[in-house]
């Protein structure tokens, strides 16, 4: 979900981009204007998430498999392996692509419901340790970093379905990165905050869409680059700012989830959420129908009510609700009446 002002700006900018008179899908990527529209994005980038000067701020097409990819190729050293801690679907997925153009090891793994308190050992040849900080399918969510056993361990996180959510420490991390279209803007452009020092020559050639090099040489504009998205990301960055950064974001985040996550265990006779409350994702509320043959009837009649999308993952079922930083409170107190009602109607 989007704020209506950006989807209004947007729309706009279809016909007349600025007043210049052309739209912005006609908008030029080598010109001063899409020059303007980067810079703007870096710096509210920078600014809203305190990101110290020795981060570079990147921006790559191709979304968050891309990532699962890049990471890899740019991080790892010829004797070196990746490290990961797998808590839910994304987390699984970024092991498999590293496994399957490299190396990887497997630090962790969980039930999907589980995150690791204890400490994880970091084998000395582990070049990172990389981690999802938001499982959007299976509705879990850090609430810190991996406790792991190497202070000097370099972190990578996905950020893709928390980004913009909460204020972050990002020297805490050598990467993090985020697709944008959760909560920060339009599918096909992710954003990346990277350590300097680590982008670096490889010792072995890799793809140039791929090098992250690339994109820090040529200012993130290694071809030609969805501007869209770009300007859609700046309209998210000014929002945010406007709605009184992440501090806001971050409380909004946790009156939305409290909200719902307080009707499900209200009445744990029709609905179920197994998560541990200290688990529990608030941008994604994951549960299900006790009786679970009305999962379909609970899906029909919210949507009759302008509730879409919130059929579970089709690996998982149930219900997930996204709670993402524009959904406003009173569509989560909507949805809290609508439970209530079909609760009323349809217990044994």
């Given at each position: ?146 406790p792991l056993d190497r202070s000097d361990a370099l972190v990578v996180a996905d950020m ?121 994702s608030r941008m994604n509320v994951v549960f299900r129908l006790r009786d679970e043959s ?55």
């Amino acid at each position: 979900m989007m704020p209506l002002s950006v989807l209004e700006a947007v729309r706009d900018a279809m016909i007349d981009f600025d007043g210049k008179g052309y739209s912005i899908l006609e908008l030029n990527h080598r010109s001063a204007h899409f020059d303007e529209i980067r810079r703007e994005l870096k710096e509210r980038i920078r600014s809203l998430m305190s990101v110290p000067e020795e981060y570079e701020i990147l921006f790559c097409p191709g979304g968050g498999r891309q990532q699962f990819s890049m990471i890899p190729l740019n991080l790892l050293t010829e004797s070196g392996r990746g490290g990961y801690v797998v808590t839910g679907k994304w987390s699984q997925l970024a092991y498999e692509e590293c496994a399957r153009i490299t190396k990887a090891a497997l630090l962790w793994k969980g039930d999907g419901s589980t995150l690791p308190t204890a400490t994880i050992e970091v084998p000395v040849d582990v070049d990172y340790v990389y981690y999802c900080d938001n499982e959007t399918v299976d509705g879990t969510e850090f609430r810190d970093l991996p406790p792991l056993d190497r202070s000097d361990a370099l972190v990578v996180a996905d950020m893709s379905s928390n980004f913009m959510s909460r204020p972050v420490d990002v020297s805490r991390y050598g990467v993090l990165w985020a697709g944008v279209q959760k909560n920060f803007g339009a599918s096909g452009l992710s954003v990346l905050i990277v350590r300097k020092n680590l982008i670096r020559n490889k010792a072995k050639p890799v793809p140039l869409m791929l090098d992250w090099m690339k994109y820090a040489q040529t200012d993130s504009v290694p071809n030609s680059v969805p501007v869209l998205q770009f300007y859609v990301a700046l309209l998210m960055a000014r929002w945010v700012e406007s709605m009184g950064g992440l501090e806001a974001m971050d409380r909004a985040a946790k009156a939305k989830s409290a909200l719902l996550y307080g009707a499900i265990d209200a009445n744990p006779g029709m609905y179920v959420n197994e998560i541990p409350s200290s688990n529990r994702s608030r941008m994604n509320v994951v549960f299900r129908l006790r009786d679970e043959s009305l999962t379909e009837k609970f899906v029909r009649e919210a949507e009759d009510e302008g509730m879409i999308n919130l059929a579970g993952h089709r690996s998982k079922g149930g219900i997930r609700v996204s709670l993402y930083n524009a959904m406003p409170i009173d569509a989560v107190e909507k949805l809290v009446q609508f439970m209530k009602s079909f609760s009323n109607r349809y217990a044994v």
